[in-house]
């Protein structure tokens, strides 16, 4: 699939979170808009960071009504375990087939060893459609920090 841009329509689509319960894109966005962040790896120095930022600015998310949502291709146990290690207060979603990654054009044509998913983030609006996207593979902050400017926080 050709990479997803802002005015895309994107599909509803199922995978589990950190506790292997099965969560719905429709269901995050009944209550508002979602920023669906995706990374590379579970744990990586730089992956912590940018999750860590998205945990941190909690308040002005819940402020612009927006749901953040992880997602990597890592395990559901170890999705557990990058939550539990920094008290995240978002869902992590498990793509380990890499199907969502794939629709979403995020996955790297050539994988740079486990690395296989670029760092990119999706701001949903609840009509399903792309307000934003951000990529930034070296700003961690960025992609948190974007994605409240575009839902006017």
Do not use: W
Not at 17 to 27: A, F, H, I, V
Not at 62 to 82: L, N, P
Not at 116 to 133: A, C, E, H, L, P
């Amino acid at each position: 699939m050709a990479d997803v841009t802002v005015g895309d329509v994107v599909e509803d689509f199922e995978l589990p979170d950190e506790t292997g319960t099965p969560r719905r894109l429709s269901e995050f966005l009944a209550t508002g808009p979602v920023v669906l962040f995706f990374y590379p790896a579970a744990l990586s120095r730089g992956c912590t960071a940018e999750s860590c930022h998205f945990r941190d600015l909690a308040a002005e998310f819940a402020a612009v009504g927006a749901t953040r949502v992880g997602i990597s291709r890592d395990t559901v146990d170890k999705q557990a375990e990058f939550s539990a290690r920094h008290g995240f207060d978002y869902p992590l979603l498990s793509d380990t087939d890499g199907v969502v990654t794939q629709r979403f054009g995020v996955r790297r044509r050539l994988p740079l060893g486990p690395l296989s998913t670029k760092r990119m983030t999706f701001v949903i609006g609840t009509d399903r459609r792309v307000i934003d996207v951000i990529h930034s593979e070296v700003s961690m902050n960025d992609h948190a920090d974007r994605a409240l400017r575009a839902l006017g926080g």
